[in-house]
């Protein structure tokens, strides 16, 4: 499966045999193409596979007002777009100022998170869950098998300057660090209430560029990954 940004105005996706054909079966040809309304070309960011056999493909765009839009676009496994699912959040800036995902959890729902909101939606594109406010600026997602909610990022942190690196580079003065190299927060997929939440403590030094990502495994145990900044 490829998705790619085919003009200013559209988006396509080729599906391909395990034989590395064009899957005839998908829009009769393997490809499907996907017009949108911006002001600005749109860029996919990802594409996921459901367990319905649907695709999900993200895509940023710019609305009429320059503001940063993220959108699903879910296309079935026939190749034809669902019009019916309407998955689009906005971020009231000029450039992009916050870390932005997209994942499906065990039961097929897509988990979006921005800035420090977290939203989860329906097959049917509805929200199944009110947004969650996790009070940090979130940098990854994941789910367990449950359907909770587990996030990682930066509490919010004051730029310091200057910066030195472990190996004496000058980093710039809008990057930052924090006290504790990273916040998990985890959330109930019932209500969205906060489970538990903690911070790493081992003495690692975060940047602001420096994100890390979290990923539930099999057994519903958090793995953390980072890159330590400390040696």
Aim: aromatic share 10%.
């Amino acid at each position: 499966m490829i998705a790619f940004t085919k003009s200013t105005t559209q988006i396509g996706v080729y599906k391909y045999t395990s034989a590395g054909v064009l899957d005839t079966n998908f829009d009769g040809d393997g490809k499907a193409f996907v017009t949108l309304t911006s002001s600005s070309a749109p860029r996919v960011s990802k594409v996921l596979f459901g367990s319905d056999n649907n695709l999900y493909v993200s895509v940023i765009t710019r609305d009429s007002s320059y503001c940063y839009q993220y959108s699903v676009i879910k296309v079935k496994a026939s190749g034809q777009v669902d019009t019916a699912y309407n998955v689009n959040v906005t971020e009231n800036a000029y450039s992009p100022t916050n870390y932005y995902d997209v994942v499906l959890d065990n039961q097929g729902r897509l988990i979006l998170i921005l800035g420090s909101k977290v939203y989860r939606y329906n097959a049917d594109g509805t929200a199944s869950l009110s947004p969650i406010d996790a009070g940090i600026k979130i940098s990854s997602v994941s789910s367990n098998s449950n359907g909770d909610i587990a996030v990682v990022g930066q509490p919010s942190v004051a730029p310091i300057s200057p910066v030195v690196d472990n190996k004496g580079d000058s980093v710039a003065a809008s990057s930052s660090t924090s006290s504790s190299a990273y916040v998990v927060k985890v959330f109930s997929g019932v209500n969205g209430a906060l489970l538990g939440s903690y911070a790493d403590q081992a003495g690692l030094t975060l940047y602001s560029y420096t994100q890390p990502a979290i990923k539930i495994d099999g057994e519903d145990r958090i793995i953390i990954m980072i890159n330590d900044m400390s040696n």
